[in-house]
């Protein structure tokens, strides 16, 4: 087992001993050999001690670590990763649930499978792959996934098109690799969504949230809900359920807010106290004859990279300040940011200034994450990338 060493400088080892599954490009003195993108390497220190073993590509994450003992990842290196991801989600009660078809199988470095990202709905699986090693391995995937799930499986869709690093030396085509499925209904705590994973977001809804719109929908009953970048109505499915009076769920796409009103009318009829609207949602804010009782922000990530981070923040800020204008006293705001590179500390902090700015007195009834289906490794807390606030306004 002859690969192509990384050697790291002086002092750049100990995040490795720590058990950190990235290898940044500073931390490297050289690499001792010919290495192309979604090459197997084996790292070493300064003093040429083995650290690690892990898929090289350029740029800032120089290397995403598998292992931290020697190993040659083969067909059963990879069906143990995906064994353990499927035996968790077993744990948790949902690989089973009659009232649940919808969750993360494999959430990257929090599987210790970095690079990868599969959903299940109701027996179709969606693939995301971030690196081109892990790309390179997506037959394989399908197989002993095939083997994991059996007759229950309907169909794999590789959906990387977009994911993968922009200058990857592969031409990563959006397709299935079993089955023809292209849209499925699935139920979450017993509520029914209708879920295109070809043609929507993501792999096609936000699984992250599924805890938070159960929780959200709770404070809902007898309230006049607004919400924002409300993409295929989860939120407002929840708040019907929980006894909204009305619902507005605004998005920029035609196509979401479309299929939030299919999914309303799954769940509750034609009838429902619900309507969809097509704008941008600062715009709403301002121009909303309404006043809500209950405002739930849910913006796509402001930030993917540090250094559109004070624009980001800056963005956090502005939101929610015109949310607290909006809601009526002793309302409620559910506030979410989905971007890595802002901190909890931080995020809360754009939001306290937007209270602090609209002259509103605010407690926080309850702090949120990530469900247990995203787990994060206590070695890699970059994993915990979903901060929510849940808001009470006087």
Known sequence: ?????????????????????????GAIKKIDGPVAEGDLVDVYDNKDTFLATGHYQPGSIAVRIL????????????RHRLEEAYRLREMLGLAASEETDVYRLVFGEGDRLPGLIIDHYAGVLVMQF???????????????????????????????????????AVTPVNGWLLGREKEAEVKEYGHRFRVNWVEG?????????????????????????LNLFGYTGGFSVYALAGGATLVHTVDSSVQAVKMSRVNVELNF????????????????LDKAETVYDLIILDPPAFAKHQNVLHNALQGYKRLNEKAFRKVRPDGIVATFSCSQVVSREQFRQS????????????????????????PVSLFHPEGEYLKGLILHVE
């Open 201 to 225: 977001q993501k792999t096609g809804f936000f699984v992250d949230q599924r805890e938070n719109r159960r929780l959200v929908g709770s404070h809902a009953r007898g309230r006049q809900v």
């Open 130 to 168: 971030h690196s081109v090693g892990m790309y390179r391995q997506r037959d394989t995937f399908a197989a002993i996934l095939q083997d994991l799930y059996g007759g229950h499986l309907k169909a794999i869709y590789d959906k990387s098109e977009g994911t993968l690093p922009h200058k990857a």
């Open 269 to 284: 009829g034609k009838k429902a106290p619900h309507k969809g609207i097509v704008a941008d949602a600062f715009e709403w």
């Open 1 to 25: 087992m002859s690969r192509t060493k990384v050697i790291l400088r002086s002092g750049k080892d100990q995040s490795l001993h720590r058990r950190h599954p990235w290898v940044f490009s």
């Open 67 to 78: 292992a931290f003992e020697p190993v040659d990842p083969d067909e059963a290196f990879w």
């Open 351 to 374: 939001v306290f200034v937007a209270a602090a700015n609209a002259g509103r007195h605010v407690r926080i009834l309850h702090q949120l994450s990530q469900p247990a289906d995203h």
